[in-house]
């Protein structure tokens, strides 16, 4: 499965709900400018390949309905006038209980 990952640009921390395991969800660094939401996310070798022999992506939004979304292969977020960079896909910390 994809992984979300940081990125220059982002501004927030999207927390993952204390009821989820880390195998659920993980928090995901975004950037927010109070109209949108955007993240970055890092794609597995085999997903990669998977795509380069159907052209399709999929994309699950948990809920009931489906908010606008967009699904780009550039980023739209730019630090300095350059596109934001993703980082490379490290494995988040376990977390701590209270």
């Known amino acids: 499965m994809a992984h979300g990952v940081g990125f220059n640009g982002s501004n927030a921390l999207m927390t993952a709900p204390d009821s989820m395991t880390p195998d659920q969800c993980v928090d995901l660094p975004v950037f927010r400018d109070g109209r949108q939401i955007i993240s970055c996310w890092r794609l597995t070798e085999d997903e990669l390949a998977q795509i380069a ?46």
Not at 56 to 62: A, D, F, R
Not at 63 to 80: A, K, Q
């Open 53 to 98: 022999e159907t052209g399709c992506v999929w994309l699950s939004v948990l809920g009931i309905g489906t908010p606008p979304v967009c699904i780009m292969g550039h980023s739209p977020v730019t630090v300095d006038g350059q596109p934001a960079v993703g980082e490379p896909y490290i494995p988040p910390a376990p977390r701590r209980s209270n």
